[in-house]
């Protein structure tokens, strides 16, 4: 299969979990949502002037190589943060005027951000749940090289990353993928420290942390009790409970019962919380 394109003017893990804890450190009336969409693999990649003579021709070869830099195994990766959620069932519009808007895209070779972006787009839909059902995110860096990133399930689906476009002015070097779109997670911090302690418990017990249920439920002992000393207003009594947390987080990872690299980050986001108090 040969196509080809012309010069153009367009699930939660543990560390991320513990990332959104920490980052509720002091001042929690600025957290901000944050959508975080993993595409599939490209399967077609930039392989010389198109037979037309005008444009790059895409294949199923991969780089690296004289048309490519470009790996079977990259693919487009994006985050989109705004200071709110988006309101459910919401048609497909610009969300470039939403307060706290930013736009970062990975294609495995580069990454562009609104910041750079020489020409974009920003447009998405919502479900029921204010989840992204629709979208259209585009980041031209113009230049010489003309690249970019995009990622589109709307009228099209595709999924592309774009180094260098378009022969025969200029080598082409991009990639791209059609009709497999990827998926969205979405990541709003917890809004209280109360809440904060109860994603904590839910990251206490997560498989990824490998802890044993004798571990867990120790732990998730004392964070319940932190949540009704919080609840009561005894933020003093909560503070404490939490640093007993700590202390047995502190105590397992001396005798190898936890990894030090889970330790830490427990404790990291603990602190966090007792920042808030």
């Not at 919401?90 to 294609?107: K, W």
């Not at 004392?222 to 909560?238: D, T, V």
Request: glycine fraction near 10%.
């Amino acid at each position: 299969m040969n196509v080809y394109f012309r010069k153009s003017s367009r699930a939660v893990t543990f560390v991320a979990s513990v990332y959104t804890l920490v980052a509720l450190a002091a001042t929690p009336a600025a957290a901000q949502t944050t959508y975080q969409y993993t595409g599939n693999p490209f399967t077609l990649f930039s392989c010389g002037l198109s037979s037309s003579g005008t444009g790059t021709a895409l294949c199923a070869t991969p780089g690296p190589n004289l048309n490519t830099s470009y790996l079977a195994t990259d693919h487009v990766t994006g985050t989109l943060v705004l200071d709110a959620p988006l309101p459910a069932n919401m048609a497909l519009q610009d969300v470039r005027t939403f307060p706290g808007f930013s736009l970062t895209l990975n294609d495995g070779r580069h990454t562009v951000t609104n910041s750079i972006a020489a020409g974009m787009f920003a447009e998405v839909a919502t479900g029921p749940n204010g989840e992204i059902t629709a979208w259209h995110l585009v980041i031209n860096t113009g230049g010489t090289l003309n690249g970019g990133i995009s990622t589109s399930n709307y009228t099209f689906v595709s999924d592309s990353g774009t180094l260098a476009c378009c022969d025969p002015t200029v080598d082409g070097d991009a990639a791209r993928v059609f009709s497999n779109p990827g998926t969205w997670i979405t990541n709003t911090p917890p809004t209280g420290p109360a809440e904060a302690v109860a994603d904590l418990i839910l990251v206490v017990g997560a498989p990824s942390t490998g802890l044993t249920g004798g571990q867990v439920s120790g732990l998730t002992d004392k964070l319940n009790n932190a949540i009704a000393s919080i609840n009561a207003g005894e933020n003093k009594q909560a503070i404490n409970q939490l640093n007993a947390f700590i202390n047995s987080v502190q105590s397992s990872a001396k005798t190898g019962k936890i990894s030090a690299a889970t330790a830490l980050s427990l404790i990291a986001a603990a602190n966090a919380i007792i920042a808030t108090l």
